[in-house]
C-alpha cells in the first residue's frame, strides 16, 4: 500500500486559497440591482380628509353670530307674478293652466290633507258653473295690494294669523280683488290666500283658499 503524505505546509496553502476565492464570490445578498430592475412604486404621503362642515337649516332671520344660512328673500314681483298667471288662467277658463302652477301635494288651505285631487276638482265645477271669460280685460288685482308674509312674520300681534297647515319655508300671500262679481254674478270671494313654495327654480301654490 502506497502512503501519501501532505506536508503541513501545503494544508496551510490550500486552506488560504480557499478563504480567498470564498471571498471573492459577492454574496446574493450584498451584489448590486442589474440596471434592468424597476425602482419601487413611490407611495404618496398620507392625507387627512376632514368631512364637510354641517351646514345650518336656512332661515329668514338669524342673529349675526356664528356660522348662518339665509333664505333667498322673495321678491314682491316674483309673488305678482305667481298671481298674475293664477289669474290670467280664470279669466282663459283654462283648468290646464290653473293646475300646473300648483305644486305636487297642494290643496285647499282649510284642509290641505284633501290634496290636489280635491282642489282641482272644486275648479273644475266652478268653471262649468260660471262663465269666468267674462272677466277678461278686467284687472281683477293691483300688484301694490298683494301681500306676503314669511312663515316666521305671521302669528304674532302685527302679523295675520298662521295658517294651520303652513310648513317651514311656505310664502302666506294675500290677493284683494278689484272685481268679483260681473252683471251680479259673483265669481269670487274678497280676498283670495294662497301659500307659496319655492319648486323648481320659481314659486307654485302650495295651498290656495278665498275669504270675505
Given at each position: 500500500?502506497?502512503?501519501?503524505?501532505?506536508?503541513?505546509?501545503?494544508?496551510?496553502?490550500?486552506?488560504?486559497?480557499?478563504?480567498?476565492?470564498?471571498?471573492?464570490?459577492?454574496?446574493?445578498a450584498l451584489q448590486a440591482p442589474s440596471a434592468s430592475a424597476e425602482p419601487p412604486p413611490r407611495r404618496p404621503d398620507a392625507v387627512v380628509v376632514e368631512p364637510p362642515p354641517a351646514m345650518p337649516v336656512p332661515a329668514a332671520h338669524a342673529e349675526a353670530h356664528g356660522v348662518v344660512a339665509l333664505r333667498e328673500p322673495l321678491s314682491s314681483d316674483a309673488v305678482a307674478d305667481v298671481v298674475r298667471a293664477l289669474m290670467d288662467a280664470w279669466q282663459r277658463e283654462s283648468l290646464e293652466a290653473l293646475g300646473a302652477l300648483l305644486t305636487p301635494d297642494a290643496g285647499p288651505i282649510e284642509a290641505?290633507?284633501?290634496?290636489?285631487?280635491?282642489?282641482v276638482e272644486s275648479w273644475r265645477q266652478r268653471l262649468r258653473a260660471r262663465p269666468y271669460r267674462h272677466l277678461e280685460g278686467l284687472q281683477l288685482v293691483r300688484p301694490e295690494r298683494i301681500e306676503h308674509y314669511a312663515y316666521d312674520e305671521l302669528g304674532g300681534p302685527e302679523g295675520p294669523v298662521r295658517?294651520?297647515?303652513?310648513?317651514?319655508?311656505?310664502?302666506?300671500?294675500?290677493?284683494?280683488?278689484?272685481?268679483?262679481?260681473?252683471?251680479?254674478?259673483?265669481?269670487?270671494?274678497?280676498?283670495?290666500?294662497?301659500?307659496?313654495r319655492r319648486e323648481e327654480g320659481g314659486y307654485k301654490i302650495a295651498a290656495y283658499g278665498e275669504t270675505d
Open positions: 500500500m502506497t502512503t501519501i503524505r501532505v506536508s503541513k505546509r501545503c494544508s496551510v496553502a490550500a486552506a488560504c486559497l480557499l478563504l480567498t476565492a470564498a471571498c471573492a464570490t459577492p454574496s446574493p290641505r290633507g284633501r290634496g290636489k285631487g280635491a282642489l295658517p294651520a297647515g303652513m310648513r317651514e319655508g311656505e310664502i302666506y300671500v294675500r290677493v284683494p280683488l278689484e272685481v268679483t262679481q260681473v252683471a251680479g254674478e259673483k265669481y269670487f270671494e274678497d280676498v283670495i290666500v294662497l301659500l307659496l
